[in-house]
């Protein structure tokens, strides 16, 4: 039976292309994002490739509780399931020192990248016991793992990413329902203009492979993780690294 899909941050990049991905596998999706002019046009794009009632579009602003209920529910109203959430939605605010960081960068990235994944993750679950079934699948980061200097702030978000997923997969492991998170190392996607020449020189001279990652890359591992064939890893880190990963 075909399944019922949440993405987040779907109007570029990566959110993107993995849309498309379950699009071309015959799933229903909707995509959800702030940037709500992108993502109509987007959508706009997608309907004469798709059948168009396997897609919908939702404005979402992943730091208003109201909003991720209301995607939800939208998801669920319009194709009676949902089984499946991408959480890809985040920011990289640049990069500053502590000492010089203020305190409206670092809530507004803790905001997104951590209590975001709180809420969206929360409306969901209701939806997805309904079925007894679902797949989680949130975006950490190896900076949530090694914490990369001058990005306190992002690489704290993208920890507290990776303890609320073990946390919550642990609630979730007798409802069918996993929860588990990537850790990429760099990814090309639009989200690398935010880092500065330096940093990103920075973070590709300790991946092995001294590349960044792809996204089709990505899409491989999601594709595995939010399938019914990953029924005993739950709570769990997958790394995309290039051998960056120490542990």
Known sequence: MSKVVIVTGAAQGMGLAIANHFLKKKFKVLLADNNIKVLKKEYENLLPKFNKENI?????????????NAVAVKAFKKWSQLDILINCAGIAAGNELV???????WNKTIDINLTGTFKICRAVIKFMKKNNFGRIVNISSMAGKDGN?????????????????????????????TVNCIAPAVIAT?????VTKEQLSYMLEKIPMKRMGT???VINLINYLSSEKTS?????????SGGRATY
């Open 99 to 105: 000492e010089n960081m203020s305190d409206d960068i």
């Open 215 to 217: 996204i089709p890359e």
């Open 149 to 177: 200097p001058r990005a306190s702030h992002y690489s704290s978000s993208k920890a507290g990413v990776i303890g609320f997923t073990k946390s919550l997969g642990k609630e979730l492991a007798e409802d069918n329902i």
């Open 232 to 240: 005993f890893s739950t709570g769990a880190v997958f790394d995309l």
């Open 190 to 194: 639009p989200m690398i203009k935010d």
């Open 56 to 68: 919908s579009y939702s404005n979402l602003d992943i730091t208003k509780t109201l909003d991720c």
